[in-house]
């Protein structure tokens, strides 16, 4: 079993960054692809950015590109995700998450963490002027 607990969120003024970070603890042994999600009011949590812990390839979703990153730690079990350029349309439940050894479906196609993964509580950002 892994548990991931999640750090950060709040609320910001648009135009401003914030960052979020996930601590994993349990069974990190497997190599484990670790991402974040967000599903905004009355809509489906979406994926934002994956990769596996120990790098390579990423996804990361148009609509964040070029606004989010992912930053990893994996000597700590640790991931965060910046937040730049915040826009009113980005408020929302954010969730990490984390599945071991699927392939190439962390960086490719879509990753929705089956029965196998792990999620985060959620932390709210809020984006408002």
């Known amino acids: 079993q892994v548990q991931l607990v999640e750090s950060g969120g709040g609320s910001v003024q648009p135009g401003g960054s914030l960052r979020l970070s996930c601590a994993a603890s349990?069974?990190?042994?497997?190599?484990?692809?670790v991402g974040w999600f967000r599903q905004a009011p009355g809509k489906e949590r979406e994926r934002l950015v994956s990769?596996?812990?120990?790098?390579?390839?990423?996804y990361i979703a148009d609509s964040v590109k070029a606004r989010f990153a992912i930053a990893l730690d994996p000597a700590k079990n640790m991931w965060s995700l910046h937040m730049t350029r915040l826009r009113p349309e980005d408020t929302g439940m954010y969730y990490c998450?984390?599945?071991?050894?699927?392939?190439?479906?962390?960086?490719?196609?879509?990753?929705?963490?089956?029965?196998?993964?792990?999620w985060g509580q959620g932390t709210q950002v809020t984006v408002s002027s």
């Open positions: 998450a984390a599945e071991p050894q699927i392939g190439e479906r962390c960086y490719s196609g879509s990753w929705y963490p089956s029965a196998a993964g792990y």
């Open positions: 349990g069974d990190t042994r497997r190599s484990m692809c």
């Open positions: 990769v596996y812990l120990t790098g390579g390839r990423t």
